[in-house]
């Protein structure tokens, strides 16, 4: 009898405790549940918040040598221009340049609602301007952000503050608004001496050109070999190394040739006796990268 009063215990003991390690573990459930959820329903961070609470690294504006152009080097109107922005997360859709009198405007044109705000200056400039001078968009009918700013000058390296409309913060930028992106008829007098000024008759001839841009390790043949034809020329690019995959001229991409270790392009010549840009891709390193250069071919030097 005592036996059996023991067993009975026991079992009461096990049973006891089996209904307490199952509510450990409806309680562990319960709460594995509830974290599941509150981590699947937090709210995500948008990419305009990531754009406002994230710095990022300065890039390089402009280019080496580049001279102001003022706006008395102009004639009136309205341009599509190119702009430079020091911060990637500073993303500008469009840009239309306002010439009149010799004064330029500028509409920046942003596709987000990102910025209250534009100062042409520095932050702590704007902090202490308390808002006499802080520029406001309108909304066009894209539904984008247009501010208008004034111009001091093209190929120069201009400060930019903007407001960020979530943080009211500013934010310090450096724009430069490229005169290399507009048509050569922007300006009063031609930038180069046309084809039609050297009055070269249709045939091949020999040019010397210079390349300047990059690291200064990679040249260019000279003199280069130039085809006109039709009231149009072009020349044999020949580089030092079979690298290049493409070139950009005037927003157009030229694929070469690989010859004898050498990528070889055709690319018109838009002038002469100025240094026409151009864009080259490099394979050399570890991935592709898009350099700016700028080619000089001089006039006094062409022959047959």
């Known amino acids: 009898m005592k036996k059996l009063i023991f067993i009975s215990a026991l079992a009461l003991c096990m049973g006891l405790t089996a209904c307490g390690n199952s509510e450990s573990s409806s309680t562990s459930t319960e709460s594995a549940a509830t974290t599941v959820t509150e981590t699947a329903t937090a709210p995500e961070t948008t990419a305009e918040e990531t754009t406002e609470q994230v710095t990022a690294p300065q890039q390089e504006v402009g280019f080496e040598g580049m001279e102001a152009i003022y706006g008395d080097s102009l004639n009136d109107g309205e341009y599509h221009i190119s702009v430079d922005s020091s911060s990637s997360m500073f993303k500008i859709a469009d840009c239309i340049l306002k010439v009149s009198g010799g004064e330029m405007t500028a509409d920046i044109i942003i596709a987000s609602k990102s910025y209250d705000n534009l ?3 520095t932050g702590d400039e704007a902090e202490t301007d308390g808002g006499e001078n802080y520029i406001d968009y309108i909304v066009n009918e894209d539904d984008q952000s247009v501010f208008n700013v004034p111009v001091e000058a093209l190929d120069k390296e201009i400060s930019c503050a903007a407001l960020s409309a979530k943080k009211q913060e500013w934010y310090d930028r450096t724009l430069v608004f490229r005169a290399d992106s507009l048509p050569d008829e922007a300006f009063s007098e031609s930038r180069y ?49 079979d690298k290049y995959d493409y070139m950009i001229v005037d927003g157009e991409k030229y694929l070469p040739e690989i010859v004898d270790g050498h990528s070889v392009f055709n690319i018109p010549v838009s002038g002469f006796d100025y240094k026409m840009p151009v864009s080259a891709d490099t394979t050399a390193m570890s991935q592709p990268y898009e350099i700016e250069y700028k080619l000089f071919f001089d006039s006094s030097t062409i022959a047959e």
């Open 119 to 121: 100062f042409m200056g």
């Open 193 to 241: 001496t046309t084809l039609d000024t050297l009055e070269l008759a249709d045939g091949e001839y020999n040019i010397d050109v210079t390349l300047e841009g990059g690291s200064g390790k990679a040249t260019v043949a000279s003199p280069a070999r130039l085809t006109v034809s039709g009231g149009t020329a072009a020349a044999e690019i020949i580089w030092s190394s």
